[in-house]
């Protein structure tokens, strides 16, 4: 990261992330959608591997304590994890 204090210029590669998606995630998209865009847009799902999400997700928890956000309780950070592990490709 470079100086700044914003970090609204973040590249988020890829499409845009599923507007509807299984009934079983969409509790885990809206939290997402509420917790991931404090820092930038929504990433795709498909931007990586099931395996990979987990930990992806967990450097995001770090980034989220550095930057004092809005850290999402136990059940919402997994149900944010279910959405992107379940809809990853
Ligand atoms: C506190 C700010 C913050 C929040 C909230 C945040 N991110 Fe990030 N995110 C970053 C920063 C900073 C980077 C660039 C550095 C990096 O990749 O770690 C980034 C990069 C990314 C990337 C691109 C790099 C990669 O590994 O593919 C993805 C995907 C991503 N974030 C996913 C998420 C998801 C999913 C959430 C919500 C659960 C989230 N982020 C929430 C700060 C944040």
Known sequence: MGGGGMMGNIEIRGERPPQETNSQYVSGYQ??????????TL???NQHTSS?????????????RTYG????????LKSI????????N
Do not use: F, L
């Open 31 to 40: 939290q997402a959608k509420i917790t991931c865009t404090q820092c930038h």
């Open 69 to 76: 956000k809005s850290m999402p309780d136990k059940a919402e």
């Open 43 to 45: 990433p795709h799902p």
């Open 52 to 64: 990979e999400w987990p930990n992806v997700i967990t450097r995001m928890e770090t980034h989220i």
């Open 81 to 88: 994890i279910n959405y992107y592990v379940g809809n990853a």
